[in-house]
């Protein structure tokens, strides 16, 4: 039997909109009338789905427990099911002869497959079905160049953001829902432990435990704690890993605990009321530009994370690492220290200050010119905020394969950007403890302290931390000189 207007409930369909404040899809549902069904599906079945990494996973977890406490105290549930999206969600909405249901878009090829599906079967059966924009500033098809082309530029692209209305201002979250009842016929729930998305044998989650506060509460925390301490120097420090001055919301827009309206609109009041300089809210609000950007990127091209965005760099004669290599590049044993700090600042925190993510990127691509996909897949796995839009077009760019990339022969010597970025040596001194008590004259490049220094300061190469694994100077002419070649055969 169709359900009728108003008939039964609503569902709201949450996904990577893991809140309540400026959640458009949970508002239409409140304002409906109707009593709720907030529902949430992990989905490792559907076609094309990419399974998400161990980081991630642990997120997830913390995110959607700290979601249905804060759906709970207002009087709503949150219900999670395990499996197809495609079936599951259809069959609760006919089992509550639901009246409506409401979600929040996404953008990869295989979400949006599932969407368009489970929206044509709700639309059958007779359901109100309503998608909104709740993740970006932006719909990815809105911003076309004068050619009605999409853009490949990113300056340009900013710029068309620019130039659009105003996202406006965020709203806030509902004060008091109306829970419905589970559906007697309904697929059966599951607790939210049953879907094993911690580490247990063994727990390497400590770090991140210590590292962050997953939810809503403490994306707002982080944003509030942001525009105390750190967006007043943003501009002119935020490539700085010794300094905290970058905002670490990514992880929280990733999993939609803040909106990005949301942090936009907050940097715009501090600007406006003078607690933060124009110049650096300009910047945080590019920052989050970058991000629309690659949204904007893996609409168009649904297989970024897999192919190179610039098809000559199919001919790219890429090498594989040995296992010695990638190994040390993953766990941190390069011998190059400000490579090591980020990669051991990742596996320890699942996260990585973004300038260094850069350098140990390149390192991985030019200095042993390994295909960026090796990166791109760990990244993945060891991000919490591993998103599919921004990972996939951030390995590109540093590979040079992708848009508005860094051409492939700015290779970044990891010494060089130490010196700059870690003058003092502040941000290896703390992922590694090894070096600390180097002066800050050999901090970056161990391998040149004279004998007595290290001796001095307790120090053994390569018994405390090792040599170098490759040659920075010789590796970087190898890459120009492949890159060169590609370039002849293309």
Partial sequence: MKATAQSGPAIVWLRDDLRLADQPALAAAAASGSPILCIYVFDEESPGLRPLGGASRWWLHHSLAALAASLEAIGGRLDILHGRAGELVPAVARAAGAACAFWTRRYEAATIAIDTDVKAQLAADGLRVESFNGQLLFEPWTIRTKMGEYYRVFTPFWRSCLALPDPGQPTPAPRKLMGADWPVHAPARVDLDQLGLLPT????????????????????????????????????????????????????????????????AAARHAGDSGKAPPRDVE?????????????????HNPDLARKNFQPRFDAFPWRTPSSEELTAWRMGRTGYPIVDAGMRELWRT?????????????????????????????????????????????????????????????????????????????????????????????????????????????????????????????????????????????
Wanted: glycine residues 8%; hydrophobic residues 45%.
């Fill in 201 to 264: 044998k063994p727990d390497w989650a400590s770090g991140l435990r210590a590292a962050w506060t997953p939810g809503e509460a403490g994306a707002v925390a982080r944003l509030a704690g942001f525009l105390d301490d750190g967006i007043a120097v943003y501009a002119s420090h935020r490539d700085r890993p010794d300094i905290p001055a970058t905002s670490r919301l990514s992880p929280h827009l990733r999993f939609g605990e803040i909106s990005a309206r949301q942090a936009l």
């Fill in 350 to 490: 699942g996260t990585m200050h973004n300038r260094v993510r850069m350098i140990a990127a390149s390192f991985l691509v030019k200095d042993f010119m390994a295909d960026w996909r090796l990166g791109e897949d760990w990244f993945w796995d060891t991000l919490c905020d591993a998103d599919p839009a921004s990972n996939a077009a951030s390995w590109q760019w540093v590979a040079g394969s992708g848009a508005d990339a860094a051409p492939y022969f700015r290779v970044f010597n990891p010494i060089l950007q130490g010196l700059k970025f870690d003058p003092s040596g502040a941000y290896v001194r703390t992922h590694v403890p090894e070096l600390a008590a180097l002066p800050d004259e050999w901090i970056h490049k161990p391998w040149e302290a004279p004998p007595l220094v290290l001796k001095a300061v307790g120090v053994a190469l390569p018994r405390d931390y090792p040599l170098p694994i490759v040659d920075h100077g010789k590796a970087r002419d190898r890459a120009l000189a492949a890159f060169g070649e590609m370039k002849s055969a293309t």
């Fill in 283 to 299: 910047k945080f609000a590019a920052e989050l530009g970058w991000r629309e950007f690659s949204y904007h990127l893996l609409f």
